[in-house]
């Protein structure tokens, strides 16, 4: 067996990795880690759980993605329009394009003109469908 499939071989695969075990790193935050803990092969399992840590320590993704829609919560009934949901989602953050936002709603079942953001952000950190 070759050894080198034993490491995270570029920052894109740690991203997809951490991602795929229900973390949320950016782009900056992957390439930070990737930058820290690389060596010649790569980044090996010791320090893959390493940056899991580093990384659980630091993001609390749910309560701040809940925060950013409860600001615009005007009424603090869980709804908020879907026209400030779109402009939170295109602005803010990682940028995304409206169909990306779009196809969120309809996987999360909030077609209307009000979004039960709750039900939006369980969507957005649960991990991708395997088929």
């Not at 603090?76 to 409206?98: Q, R, T």
């Amino acid at each position: 067996m070759n050894n080198v499939s034993h490491y995270i071989v570029n920052e894109k695969s740690l991203r997809f990795t951490m991602r795929s075990l229900g973390f949320s790193p950016t782009i900056e935050e992957s390439v930070k880690y990737w930058n820290k803990y690389k060596s010649t092969n790569g980044i090996p399992f010791d320090q893959f759980l390493n940056i899991l840590y580093d990384h659980s320590r630091a993001e609390d993704c749910e309560n701040e993605i809940m925060a950013a829609f409860a600001a615009q919560d005007r009424k603090k009934n869980g709804l908020i329009s879907a026209a400030d949901f779109k402009a939170i989602m295109c602005n803010s953050g990682e940028k995304v394009n409206a169909r990306m936002v779009e196809a969120v709603l309809r996987e999360s079942g909030q077609t209307g003109s009000q979004i039960r953001y709750a039900e939006v952000v369980r969507t957005l950190l649960s991990p991708p469908t395997d088929y």
